[in-house]
DNA sequence: CGGAAGGTACGACAGCTGTCAAACTTTGAC
DNA sequence: GTCAAAGTTTGACAGCTGTCGTACCTTCCG
């Protein structure tokens, strides 16, 4: 199948509960313009993406920092296929916790 | 009277124009606790309150610093009433300029 | 097997920013 | 005139975090 599993340990940690997320940390996440290009390539993405599908400008190492970060502010959701992390925003999820709130920041042109 | 002319010049700087105001400034204003509680206790006041009505956790001149970041992000107004510096929040501007942002935030409780 | 692709983990470092104390300014009250 | 109240300004400092390079790990492909 090649998704997650791998024997005993995963591969990507675990996701955290939506419900868990306070506003603060979203806001922490969302502050920054790299992470806001992310979350803004996945918000009018179909389907998730993969890391090296988003061109970013910045290193790799400090690109999976951000991706980091966005998973544990619960905006995204991240598995593997193959060698690459596919990246798909919690959409629903998000929407139910923060209601309002991705809209409110998608619809500005100027995130970067 | 008794505002915010003396003379020559002004007590409180000009503030700005929000159209000139990005999203990046807005999230940088909004992104500590002690200014969104601020911004917390104005959305949900009738008029206009003096710094000192607004109890914060920090000192007299770091909550200066606090309000001066909100001014300069466009989301609250000042003036003086005698040696009060009086704020209010620019609410119908800024919906305007970041339709349902402000609404989206405060609806959470955990601001703080 | 061996190599390449795609990311991750680990230090290290620089810059920003939230914080405070102390001195100062302006206004109102007595 | 004097004193208190309310904030501001300045300077200093600590902690966080975004950044990178390097080394490393998995998986796919020939």
């Not at 290009?37 to 690109?63: H, M, N, Q, R, W």
């Amino acid at each position: 199948m090649a998704t997650t599993q791998r024997g005993g340990r995963e591969r990507v940690p675990p996701h955290p509960d939506i419900r868990t997320i306070s506003l603060q940390q979203v806001l922490e996440a969302l502050v920054d313009p790299v992470r806001r290009l992310i979350v803004s390539e996945l918000y009018s993405a179909p389907d998730a993406l993969s890391c090296g599908t988003i061109e970013l400008p910045v290193s790799k190492s400090t690109a999976t920092h951000h991706f980091h970060v966005l998973r544990e502010a619960g905006l995204i959701r991240q598995y593997y296929m193959g060698t690459s992390r596919m990246n798909a925003l919690r959409r629903d999820e998000f929407e139910e916790s923060f209601p309002g709130l991705l809209g409110a920041l998608m619809a500005r042109a100027d995130w970067a």
